[in-house]
Every structure is written in C-alpha cells, then in structure tokens.
C-alpha cells in the first residue's frame, strides 16, 4: 500500500481546479500534501496567490475518500502510483514544470530507461507513414538501441508504432487520456495487454475518467516530457501531433520530422516544423544517431569504451557506462541508477570533466566529451 502521503497528494490531484503548479505550490506553503488540509484562509493569502476559494474543497471529505477508493483499486489490479516525490517516478518528466503529480502505470519496465523515443503523427495514417515506422523500428533494433518507444495508444501513427516496438522485442508505453479502468480504443486492448508485458500503459487521469477530447490534449505533454527525442510521423497543419511538438520544443527536448510531397496534407505539418526549425529532418536511423549522438550498441564498441575507462575508480567507471549506453543524462537520473548522493556525484562528475571524459551541455545535462 502507498503511503499516506501519497494519499493526500492523489486528494489534491482530484480537486477540480488544482493544476500541477498549484498543487506544487499548496505542498511547498504546507510542507506537506497532509499538512494542505489543515491550512486556513490566513495561509491562502493574496501573497501565495492561491484562490481562497480552495478551502472549501479541502474540508470536503469526499477527495480523501476517492483517494482511498483510487488507491485501493490500483492495489487490486496492480497499478504503481507514481509520486512527483518518488524515486522512480520518470525524471525526464520531473524536469517539465506542469509534470503531473500522480501517475498510475501498469507495466515492467523501467520509466527511466536509457533512452525514450515518443512517436506520434496522425489517426489516418498512409502507408508511406507505416513504412517509415516499421523502417524505423527494424533499424534501432538492427543497431542494438537499448531504446524505449512512447505513443499514445491511438489510431493510426500510434498504435503502429506501438505494433512496430513488439514486433521488434522493442518495450513500449502508451499513454493515455483517460482513466486506468478503461482501454480506449476498445480495438487497441490485445496491443495493450502485450505492452504490459514489455512496456506498459500510463495515465494521469483516475479511474471512471472518459477518453475526452480535452484529456489528449493533457496527455500530450505527457510523452513530450518522457521523451529524449519526439519523432513526428505524417501530420496535417493542425492537430495533436504538432501541439506534442511544441511542447517537446518548449522541454528543450530534440524534435524531429519526417518530410513528406509538398502539397500532401497528411505531411504539411511535418513539412512546418522542419520550415519553421522546430524539428530536425530525419530520413532513418542514421539521422537520429547523428543528432542524439547516439553511437549503436555492438558488442565490438563496448569492448573498445572498456579501454577508455583506464585510470578511472569503480564509482568514476559505472557513471561513464552509464553516459554511453544512455547518451546525455542528468545528475538525477545518475543518483537514482548508482543508488549515490547528489553532492557525492557532482565531485566524481566535475573529477571526469577535468579529466576530459564527460562535458555538461544545456538542459542540466551530461554526456562523454570523447
């Protein structure tokens, strides 16, 4: 069972009106999501800019008890909720500032993984775009890419890619715009029941929730901040692929594109962001490698890295492991997999920075300077 404090935290999430940034800012003026219930109207003042109006929902029992009833049921059916303030909630999503509080996850792996690559394009999906996919798929695993693939679960470009990660043993999440009880579209629950076996399924909404236009617009933001890289697939001028790419553009994430004929209006978006240079032009593998510089993973490099890590201690040699089978990676994500203090770490990371092994870049980020 989570704790109580996660109870109190999934209370406030279902307050109608309280967004992640006032949730946030509830907990830090509380000092606790348990401590928020007990706050007054002298708490809420205008210097905290939270609405007043709040305290009636807090001494509302009703929250706590739906709380309750979430928890109970995620236990039943082996659902991890994920805490803002958990270890292994995803820390490329922890960095994006409207990142959920609670997420609920059915699945076996690892939120953290190495790399993330979310793809998403259009419901009416050509079959210039399902090649592209498939392509795509078959290459990262022909080049050994320890790489998980985040989609929405949806029609089209979706649940391709979806179908493309299995058929290739590559583990996929999907993410989704309404409660944990329901697989939407009913079409997509075999895909799903596969993705729970190597991937899994996410979700910020509770329970009961429907699949309403508005909730895909919520979820989107969702894969941009889980993502490494967000690869767009075939999109018309408008839509929720484009509003994903902005998004993952304003994460400071790498965006990219596949071109398409001018003219066709199921590539005109992608064609915009590539015009606009909100997103790189990819053709195959070979170009996210390049941009993400992402070298593949053949046992004849890693024997070649093993030479590189002459003269460093054990502490120095599993970060640099970790920053070549990961890419760039943030001091966060290296405390959670090294089980190290943040502080202890910054130490061995500005020790490998003098010894020109590792480089920060923009975005809180490290990666091998070699």
Request: charged share 20%; hydrophobic share 40%; proline share 4%.
């Amino acid at each position: 069972m989570k704790s109580e404090e996660t109870k109190y935290l999934l209370a406030l999430q279902l307050i109608e009106g309280v967004g992640p940034a006032t949730l946030r800012k509830l907990v830090d003026v509380a000092g606790s999501a348990k401590a928020v219930f007990s706050l007054t109207q002298k708490d809420l003042s205008t210097k905290n800019r939270i609405n007043t109006k709040l305290l009636d929902s807090l001494s509302n029992p009703k929250y706590l008890a739906r709380a309750e009833e979430e928890l109970e049921f995620c236990e039943k059916h082996s659902i991890q909720v994920l805490s803002l303030y958990d270890n292994n909630y995803p820390q490329r999503l922890k960095q994006c500032k409207d990142a959920p509080v609670i997420l609920f996850y059915q699945g076996n792996v690892d939120l953290n993984y190495r790399k993330v690559v979310g793809i998403v394009g259009t419901r009416n999906a050509t079959v210039y775009g399902t090649n592209l996919v498939e392509k795509l798929m078959e290459e990262l695993a022909e080049h050994k890419h320890k790489v998980l693939i985040i989609s929405g679960l949806a029609y089209g470009i979706d649940i391709i890619a979806h179908k493309a990660a299995l058929k290739h043993n590559i583990p996929t999440v999907g993410v989704m715009g309404n409660g944990s009880n329901l697989i939407y579209p009913s079409q997509h629950r075999q895909y799903a029941a596969q993705m729970i076996k190597n991937g899994g399924i996410l979700t910020e909404f509770p329970k009961g929730t429907k699949p309403e236009r508005g909730n895909f617009v919520t979820r989107n933001r969702v894969i941009a901040g889980l993502s490494d890289a967000l690869i767009v697939v075939e999109s018309g001028e408008k839509g929720g692929s484009l509003i994903t790419a902005d998004m993952a553009f304003s994460y400071n994430r790498d965006v990219f594109a596949f071109p398409g004929k001018v003219g066709d209006p199921y590539s005109s978006g992608c064609n915009k962001l590539i015009k606009m240079q909100k997103a790189a032009l990819i053709e195959g593998i070979t170009d996210l490698e390049y941009v993400m510089d992402w070298a593949p993973e053949t046992n004849v490099e890693q024997v070649t890295q093993t030479s590189l890590f002459q003269g460093l201690n054990t502490q120095e040699r599993s970060i640099m492991e970790l920053i070549l089978q990961d890419g760039n990676v943030t001091i966060d994500y290296l405390s959670i997999k090294l089980g190290l203090p943040v502080g202890h770490l910054s130490g061995l990371l500005l020790n490998l920075e003098f010894k020109n092994m590792v480089k920060s870049i923009p975005g809180n980020l490290y990666t091998k300077a070699i």
